[in-house]
């Protein structure tokens, strides 16, 4: 395997003795990708991990300061912003949107996107699951009772659509891929065609940002690396991925493929796309508080999202 870390400039002087980052993720998430890159070689740091089923509880962590950073996408972030995230947005990536997707079992009845009307779809209240479920309800011009939400984690929401318990569920990422290579579900609609942003986010506490700078500026940068190679060498990335959340190749493939993830900066079309999907939550009632996108971001560690 091609490994990344040789690409790595880093002045080590910069790090006290010992520092500990602590890092929030989600399975198949940033650490994934950057042990496949090789780029967790060789830390002027300790970094801690911890492995969280979806969004929502990695942003808790976030909150009650548990970890120092974590990754999510556009729609759980808002979510932990408007309820008083003491955080700020750092790193952004954009993906194609279209592994996000409100899926069916094979033999649904249900064939396209108004068939939806009516029925129970499984997702994770507050996910970027949620906010495709949102944008295909304001695309339909649907009012709320027209549709129900049952509030499930992924595993949850799966054996639920397997038993029948609800009509569709709507996922992300492997989740999406494996129910569709191994499931046989049929996808309905995915967040393509302006459904949705593409973004998902790394966030850090105040605290974090204040106190360990070179860290998570190290951090970030090696992060931004290990995308970059994940885009140019899918098979390996794929073989490593698939190894780490227990899933086949193919599997993986699939995701890396359909999410086409790409580190971005923080510039106004990043911030005007967030205030987006926080608007829309906040017309949905989703949050009670409205989010100014541009307060939630620092734009300082653009620098390291550099190719």
Known sequence: MLLAAPALAIRHAAFAADPVLRAGDQKGG??????????????????????????????EALNAEAVD???????????????GLR???IAPVRTTAGGTAIMVGKDS???????????????????????????????QKWSPSDYT???????????????????????????VAQAKLVDQARVIVDGRNGLMTGLSFLT????????????????????????????????????????EIG?????????IDTDATKPVAIDDGVIADEQKTADLYLAAKIIRTRVDARKAFDASFNETLAG
Request: with cysteine; net charge positive; hydrophobic share 50%.
């Open 30 to 59: 940033t650490q994934s990708v950057m042990k496949a890159a090789g780029v967790l070689d060789n830390l002027p740091y300790r970094l801690e991990w911890s492995q969280f089923p979806a969004a929502a509880p990695v942003l």
């Open 69 to 83: 950073l974590g990754f999510a996408g556009d729609a759980p972030t808002t979510f932990g912003l408007a309820a």
């Open 87 to 89: 955080g700020r947005i």
């Open 109 to 139: 009845p249900i064939r396209a996107v108004a068939d939806l009307k009516g029925r129970s779809i499984a997702v994770n209240r507050g996910s970027i699951g949620h906010l495709l479920v949102l944008a295909v309800a304001a695309q």
């Open 149 to 175: 939400v049952v509030n499930l984690l992924p595993a949850e929401a799966k054996t639920a659509l397997s038993a029948g318990s609800v009509d569709a569920w709507c996922s992300w990422g492997v989740y």
């Open 204 to 243: 850090a506490t105040d605290l974090a940002i204040a106190t360990y700078r070179p860290q998570i500026v190290d951090f970030t940068h090696r992060l931004a690396i290990a995308r970059r190679w994940a885009l140019s060498h899918p098979a390996d990335y794929a073989r490593v991925l698939a190894t």
């Open 247 to 255: 899933v086949t190749e193919p599997v993986a493939r699939l995701t």
